[in-house]
């Protein structure tokens, strides 16, 4: 099994501030004051994302993400928010896959439950980050989705 899969992205994403066990109000407390754009590096380079996928999951532009790298500025609470409730869901899927590379693979691959589409084509969205994990749940516990 991968290493990855047992990896908390929670607490890569938040440079070890928050993970998965974490309150709710510690998570909306850093989500508010915003990610350092460290933390979102790391995690890139775990999913090995180019910079046009960065921009479409978390909602933003490569422009203001590069922004935010040379100036080293906190990330804003939009793009936080998206960023740990991708961290979230990537958590869930690399341990449900047993390795990053699978959890990506299925991601990419279409599915009818995502008008054949794959599933990365929602990643963007709060109720297509649910409606993966209510799949890879319903997988889990041998439902059928």
Do not use: C
């Amino acid at each position: 099994m991968n290493l990855a899969a047992n990896i908390d992205f929670i607490s890569v994403i938040s440079n070890g501030a928050i993970n998965q066990m974490s309150s709710p109000m510690d998570e909306v407390n850093l989500i508010t004051q915003g990610l350092t754009v460290s933390g979102l590096l790391k995690f890139i380079r775990a999913m090995e994302w180019d910079s046009n996928t960065v921009a479409r999951v978390f909602r933003t532009t490569k422009r203001t993400l590069d922004h935010h790298v040379k100036n080293k500025k906190l990330l804003s609470m939009s793009i936080s928010e998206n960023a740990v409730d991708v961290a979230r869901i990537t958590t869930i899927g690399a341990a449900y896959f047993g390795s990053i590379e699978r959890w990506k693979k299925w991601l990419e691959t279409p599915h009818v439950q995502f008008g054949k589409e794959p599933p990365e084509t929602v990643l963007h969205a709060l109720r297509g980050r649910e409606l993966i994990k209510r799949i890879i749940l319903g997988l889990e516990y041998g439902f059928a989705t």
